[in-house]
């Protein structure tokens, strides 16, 4: 983990009012998702929240040390994250959502 963290970095498309890089969705279109959370004080909060649903699609641009990993290390990597970790809300690794399989992802 600490080698891919020196190592391995998604580039952006762009970024968003406050700075935060983003990786532009080529193919599908959002949704509107209502989700209920817990606040700190135990209330519960609506976040809404877009969602694509299966089909959606993005290039990802990666920079990567050639020295350290090989492209298939890399593209391996990816894959395992796909499966394993997901992206956003509800994503299986998500310590805040309870891992509600979303955000799953496959290499093209």
Not at 17 to 35: A, F, M, N, Q, Y
Not at 92 to 97: G, I, N
């Amino acid at each position: 983990m600490t080698k891919g963290k020196l190592a391995l970095f998604c580039e952006p498309d762009g970024f968003d009012s406050e700075g935060t890089p983003l990786v532009k969705i080529t193919k599908g279109e959002p949704h509107r998702h209502d989700g209920y959370g817990r606040i700190a004080d135990g209330g519960i909060d609506i976040n809404v929240r877009p969602m694509w649903d299966e089909g959606w699609e993005a290039v990802v641009r990666i920079r990567y040390d050639a020295d350290m990993f090989s492209q298939t290390d890399v593209v391996n990597l990816l894959a395992r994250s796909g499966m394993q970790v997901g992206i956003g809300e509800g994503r299986p690794d998500s310590k805040e959502s309870c891992g509600c399989g979303w955000g799953t992802f496959r290499i093209k």
